[in-house]
């Protein structure tokens, strides 16, 4: 049974250190590259991206590890990442931790995989070829409502390591710029094949760059209107596991979700890439319960739900 740290606090360092440090034992750094991928969606909206305190106990924790490398990466969505970096103080982080760089993955180099467009035809999408270099992947997100996902967790932050505009192939969709807000460009039946292709696309991406620690901050979230435009939420929480898909199941539960009604947690599941079912996953430090506060969904999650209504599933 995988291990998924709860932590409950009045200080987000350490909530996220201290959900790490329960797990300690899984986290095997020493030695390693280390690859801490934020989510920075928007770097003009602080509530929308992975705050520099969470970043921050992370680095904490790494440091008396010993890896070898350390780097932060991101691919910004909308805007140019380097300006979410110096937005958001991240690069005052390199005084804590000497050597530390930052990288836009959307300049990097690409390797090219294979997702599903709304008629079910692979199409070729440019990932970045760092975040497929032997790292160890920290997924360090926030929890928040999603217009096409439902709720946006560590597996869906791995999004950003696709390379610039090739992030709308995830929703099925061209890549051409006015399309990365997808639900305000199509009608609704190619809307609701979005919806069924994006958690396939979803796992794709996950088998090729699949995080190896997943930390979700949720000492703020975000519901409503998210993953940009909603509205915050005190949760005060944090979660960790090396179980992206206990990690992200946990935290559905927390903001009141069915973990088997999001899409990719429940293709993960059941395709073996890790444990979605609450019952097989063990919790250290807070239960579930008594931190659990039930999320505002966003607007279109009757339609996200459709998912469901698919040839995928069950």
Known sequence: MPRVAVVTGEDRFSNVLNAIQLIQEDVEVEGRRVLIKPNLVNVETPLCATHVSAVHAVLAFLKRRRPDEVAVGEGSALQDTHLGFRNYGYLGLEAAYPGLRFLDLNRDDYTL??????????????????????????????????????????????????????????????????????????????????????????????????????????????????????????????????????????????????????????????????????????????AIDDVAVQFTPHRETADELKWKDSSWYP
Not at 129 to 158: D, Q, V
Not at 219 to 226: A, P, S, V, Y
Request: net charge negative.
């Open 113 to 286: 995989i294979k997702l599903l467009n709304i008629e079910g035809a692979e199409v070729d999408a440019k990932l970045s070829t760092t975040a497929l270099e032997n790292w160890y992947r920290i997924s360090l997100t926030l929890p928040k409502t999603h217009e096409t996902a439902i709720i946006t967790l560590s597996m869906k932050n791995m999004m950003g390591c696709l390379i610039g505009w090739d992030k709308a192939l995830m929703h099925g969709r061209p890549r051409e710029r006015e399309n990365v807000r997808m639900v305000d460009s199509v009608g609704p039946g190619e809307r609701l094949e979005m919806y069924k292709v994006f958690h396939r696309n979803l796992l794709r991406l996950v088998r090729v760059v699949p995080p190896s620690l997943s930390v979700i901050d949720g000492f703020q979230g975000m519901e409503g209107e998210g993953p940009v435009y909603g509205s915050r939420v005190d949760l005060k929480v944090a979660v960790a596991s090396t179980d992206f898909v206990a990690a992200d199941a946990v935290m559905a539960r927390i903001m009141g979700f069915n973990p088997m009604d999001i899409g990719y947690i429940y293709y993960a599941d059941k395709e073996g890439l890790g444990v979605g079912d609450i019952s097989q996953i063990t919790i250290v430090g807070s």
